[in-house]
């Protein structure tokens, strides 16, 4: 297999420059093993599991599944009920675990925790400003996520094409391109507007080691990048979901004034969660990128991130080692 060697990959250990996301509900031992195994960096989701020490017996179940390096996400953001954030970083400390992602609100208290315990940091953010900021903190990559992407995108609707270069313009750490990357086209993409690496979502959550519902992972191949909505925009709190009729009754309802004590019900996360259990679209609603528009099969990891990686350096070597400039015929002397 081709081997593509950047900043993210000798920083990390990790033999191919691609990401797992680390989604809630999705991104269990499984999954992240299977990623790990294909030479990808795996991301364990610590707020899919119930508690700090259910997160601790996580990572060893982890590490029962694979002997290559893996990440622990640790997402920080508003909910309804409080989060023992401390309890569960203490946990990924106690665990060993040398990676972990961060993201979601200032992530100061937890870069300079797990750093002072030789964890390194990937900290996941939607603008430049974040990024700068969390490279002052001592960040050692950030991840930037585009408006295309699942999940939370932020408030400023910037597509990848032009967050990414901005965020590479200005760092100086290695910086993961986040947001419809699906294949080895976007990969050559992203590196050639100055990432390191790729992270991908949507993508893993549609292979036959991710823990959902085939019936899910069937919706995202029949769906297309029409296929999403983005909620809780009045709230000032944006999620791109799969579009269904949960998310087309919470627009409905946005437009009228609700609050979010109204539309807590319908976007509440135990209803996802059974959306990937159940196999029901519409049972509530659950996180899509419009990257879906690219996904057309269920592979396994390691046939995805061969097939990602062998596809990149196909279009490295041939496609752009065949674009030169050349002088016009009518060129003056």
């Known amino acids: 297999m081709a081997v ?10 990790i033999e191919h420059p691609v990401m797992q996301g680390g989604m809630q509900w999705v991104a269990r031992a499984e999954l992240v093993a299977a990623v790990a ?4 960096l795996g991301t364990l989701s610590a707020l899919t599991q119930p ?19 893996f990440a622990v996400n640790l997402t920080v953001l508003p909910t309804v009920k409080p989060v023992p954030y401390a309890e569960y970083r203490a946990a ?49 990559a950030v991840s930037i996520d585009g408006f295309e992407c699942a999940g939370h995108p932020g408030e400023d609707d910037i597509p990848g094409l032009v967050l990414i270069p901005a965020a590479a ?15 080895g086209y976007g990969l050559v993409a992203a590196l050639a507007l100055g990432a390191d690496a790729i992270s991908m979502g949507t993508r893993f959550m549609c292979t036959e080691e991710s823990p959902i519902h085939h019936r899910i ?23 791109r ?8 009754d919470v627009r409905s309802r ?18 996802g969660r059974m959306v990937y259990e159940t196999g029901d679209p519409d049972h509530g609603v659950w996180s899509a990128g419009m990257v879906q528009g690219l996904i057309d099969d269920v592979p396994s990891c390691r046939s995805l991130v061969t097939r990602l990686v062998e596809q990149a350096d196909t279009v490295i070597r041939e496609r752009l080692a065949g674009v030169c400039m050349r002088t016009p015929a009518f060129a003056y002397e």
Do not use: M, W
């Open 4 to 13: 593509l060697t950047t900043r993210f990959t000798e920083t990390f250990g």
């Open 217 to 239: 992972k069937e919706r995202l191949v029949e769906g297309d990048e029409r296929g999403t909505d983005l909620i809780l925009r009045t709230l000032r709190n944006t999620v």
């Open 169 to 183: 313009r200005r760092l100086s750490v290695p910086l993961v391109a986040s947001g419809g990357f699906a294949d």
């Open 92 to 140: 990924i400390i106690e665990a060993g675990v040398t990676i972990v992602e961060t993201a979601g609100s200032n992530p100061q208290e937890h870069i300079a925790d797990f750093r002072s315990h030789g964890v390194k940091v990937i900290h996941k953010c939607t603008s430049v400003r974040h990024a700068l900021k969390a490279q002052q903190l001592g960040a050692d």
């Open 51 to 69: 508690s700090p020490e259910a997160l601790y017996k996580e990572i060893e179940r982890c590490r029962q599944l694979t002997d290559r390096p």
């Open 241 to 248: 979901v799969a579009r269904n009729t949960v998310s087309g």
């Open 37 to 40: 195994n294909a030479g990808a």
């Open 254 to 271: 946005e437009v009228e004034g609700a609050s979010f004590d109204e539309l807590a019900p319908l976007v509440s996360g135990l209803r």
